[in-house]
């Protein structure tokens, strides 16, 4: 079947700090991957997103590139600030009959001091 | 526009009640998804409306479990005789129609009822 399994949380950085979140995953065929971000008090929000290899998805500062060949879709940015900390969780939707399910990760808690 | 939004934002009940969950979606959104995040379990699909089709209910997890969509919009997910293990958030989110040779529907998401078994 279809899996996320992204880093364990918590994560705690520094303002400026490097981000990165490794998300890797497990599908047949060429799904489509996801990041959402769950800031206090709210529901998810898509952060950004990718259809095919190779693609990178941008968005606030945020990146990640779809790599087929090690079924990753890493998260990164180069420099947190307080506003970040959230509940970041990386998703995919497979093509096909099924292609409105999104299956998660369990999610990381960034928290980022001043 | 207004977002999603659901009702009640919390919810505590004891043992063995029946609680309802309300989801209203962004007005003109077709399609209307039901998700459980639990600790244990992180974020579980439960329900998928679009339109006038069958709902998917592959992900509800028992009998006790159901969930109506009346007239195309407003959204209510019913729990029977709850157990402890119900204790989660409950997250609808909803979706433009997918467009032919799309891939996906961005879905957009509510903030969520927490409900608690005691």
């Known amino acids: 079947g279809n899996s996320v399994t992204q880093m364990e949380g918590p994560v705690t950085l520094s303002e400026e700090a490097f981000l990165t979140i490794n998300c890797t995953y497990t599908a047949t065929g060429y799904p489509s991957l996801f990041w959402y971000v769950q800031y206090p008090g709210e529901g998810l929000q898509l952060l950004l997103k990718a259809t095919k290899a190779d693609d990178k998805g941008s968005n606030k500062g945020f990146e990640a590139t779809y790599r087929k060949e090690t079924t990753s879709f890493h998260l990164e940015k180069g420099s947190v600030q307080v506003s970040d900390s959230a509940v970041y969780f990386c998703?995919?939707?497979?093509?096909?009959?099924?292609?409105?399910?999104?299956?998660f990760g369990k999610g990381t808690l960034l928290t980022v001091n001043p | 526009g207004a977002g999603v939004s659901q009702s009640p934002s919390n919810k505590v009940t004891e043992k063995g009640k029946d609680v309802e969950l309300r989801c209203d979606p962004i007005s003109g959104h077709t399609a209307l998804y039901w998700y459980r995040q639990s600790l244990g379990q992180g974020l579980e699909f439960l329900i998928y409306f679009q339109g006038n089709s069958a709902p998917d209910k592959s992900g509800l997890p028992s009998d006790r479990f159901s969930a109506e969509r009346t007239g195309g919009s407003v959204s209510t997910l019913t729990i029977q005789r709850t157990q402890q293990e119900d204790s989660a958030v409950y997250l609808c989110a909803s979706s433009l129609a997918l467009a032919s040779g799309s891939r996906y529907n961005e879905q957009f998401f509510g903030p969520g009822t927490r409900l608690t078994v005691l």
């Open positions: 998703a995919l939707i497979r093509p096909g009959g099924s292609n409105y399910k999104l299956t």
